[in-house]
């Protein structure tokens, strides 16, 4: 035991023999988190064994055993849901990562007064989600957006239907959400970079290395931490979007932009078939903590 | 010689900005400017630039129109708010006790608390629901700011951990000997510290809540009750489909508050989020 810790234990035997197992303070977060989270858990896993309807409640509940599980082997709805969900995250993460990268690289050496430039890049993010939908449904619209009216002038005639035509709307959906998140990326890639010894990049100064071998051999290697911890986190918080694409399609046309959340949503509150719901709901909690254990892994391995 | 060097080293980065700056700020302008056109030149085949007839119109409209704005708008601003309030005060103590707590569950129970921060809101949302309308909460602004604080508290909770951190044990001691409980320690002391560390914390709540669509989407009936995303949700998608220059008008009132608080606590909220993010294991 270091002198330290038997200063803050005192008296220190005391201590250690009433040294209890939870503390007071933490318990009202632990309530609460019991009553909002943990209990809709337990019963999303039970209700996921039963034919429920939410309109008819308990009462109405029919035990099927696994039946909702072995649905989903057969359900297209669901294999297409799957789909969007990983080209709609994957997209957003790497795009958003890749523009994030680049506006921290040309804005690292900002200097005084310019650095305020940085700070305007960051507006997407303190932009509502509901008016980067908004905004973006106006930009993408058929008739009125700006986008075909630019595409017009450049000399494209036809106008597209970006948010109407299966094709377009998602990848229209993942443009809008990169945009959003790009700062987020800029901010993880900015700190990065602050921590990249002084003493390499005066090295390679002397070396005369060129601005390119400079950010591909040196930079980079140090930012594959931050890009790791910030593309699991924009990963799982993109698995969970619900606003952007609701708003912006309702996981139209067709199930052309239904990423999985949005179909659990309509299962449970449009066909009210929570069971079912629940079927996917616990496929998806056990795929987002398999996602979270390995973002708990690369944490550790980072500051070890 | 070593100008022109500089000078061509810098060009990249300067081209890139510009380039940033105005995919950031185009849509953002667009908004604004559309916001005071005319209902004809909003959805006019070649947009213009600059409104040609500028106009408050489109905002008249909201607030004096058939649309229950003002009701979505201060249902926002009082649901978020109290959800900020009510969110941190538990957040403030969770965190002091994770930072400075000496108990054996400590480790497990603040890991715990992080990884809630990874749950697919809809698959929560069904159970409480149901818990909701059992408790005659559903519906009610207490059921659903209830909601918002499971998304808010976790990483709340790891924030002001954060902060809480970053100060320095001396002071503590010296008031434990002065004769101070341990709730008198962190509301007189600690708290009066970590004033910035709090109001970031609270700007992070009070986006978050003020952003949620899905619960007052499914908790709230009556249409005067709703938020502000649910509520321009209903009203842009339905009667008023094309209304471009109210869609915008409306779009602008809603970023307004969360702009301000952003930029006000930017730069300590963002050491707090990266400290939870960075920090979480």
Known sequence: ???????????????????????????????????????????????????????????????????????????????ESLKNTVIFTGGSVVGGGMLGLVMALATENLGGAWRWLRGVLLTPWAI?????SFLFRYVFDQDSGILNALLARVGVADAVPWLTAPEWAL???????????????????????????????????????????MIVQIKLSYLRGAALVGALIMTIQNFNNFPLIWSMTEGGPAYSTTTLLIYVYRLAFTTYDLGYASAIGVIWLVLLLFLAGLFVRTLRGDRA | MKTANRLLRRTPAGVIIAI??????????????????????????????????????????????TLPFSNFLVNSIVTSLIAAVASVAIATLAGYSFSRGRYRLR?????????????????LIGPLYLLLLKLHLLNTFLGLILGYTSFTLPFAAWMMKGFIDAIPTEIEEAAKVDGYSRFGILVRVVVPMTIPGLVS?????????????????????????LTLPPGLLQSFTGQFKTDWGGMMAAACITSIPLIIAFFAVQRSMVRGMTAGALAGT
């Open chain 1, 1 to 79: 035991m270091t002198a330290s810790t038997a200063v803050r234990r005192r008296p220190a035997g005391v201590g250690r023999r009433l040294r209890r197992w939870l503390d007071w303070m933490a318990i009202p977060t632990i309530v609460i988190l019991a009553v909002v989270i943990a209990y809709p858990i337990i019963e999303a896993i039970r209700v996921s064994f039963f034919d429920y309807n939410l309109l008819a409640g308990e009462a109405g509940a029919e035990f099927n055993g696994i039946e909702n599980y072995s649905k989903l082997a057969t359900d297209p709805v669901f294999w």
């Open chain 1, 128 to 132: 509502p989600v509901i008016v980067v």
């Open chain 1, 171 to 213: 990848a229209s959906v993942t443009a809008a959400n990169i945009w959003s998140q790009a700062p987020f990326f800029l901010l993880i890639f900015t700190a990065a970079l602050g921590s990249v010894p002084t003493e390499v990049i005066e090295a390679a100064r002397i070396d005369r290395a060129s601005v390119w071998s």
């Open chain 2, 20 to 65: 940033a700056l105005v995919i950031t700020l185009a849509p953002v302008y667009w908004m604004l400017s559309t916001s005071f056109k005319s209902p004809q030149e909003a959805t006019a085949q070649n947009p213009t630039l600059w409104p040609h007839e500028f106009g408050l119109a489109n905002y008249e409209k909201l607030f004096g129109g």
């Open chain 2, 107 to 123: 480790g497990a129970v603040s890991v715990l608390v992080l990884a809630t921060q990874m749950l697919p809101l809809v698959v």
């Open chain 2, 201 to 225: 914390t609270m700007v992070f709540v009070f986006m978050n809540a003020w952003n949620n669509l899905l619960y007052p989407l499914t908790l709230m009936s009556t249409n005067t009750k």
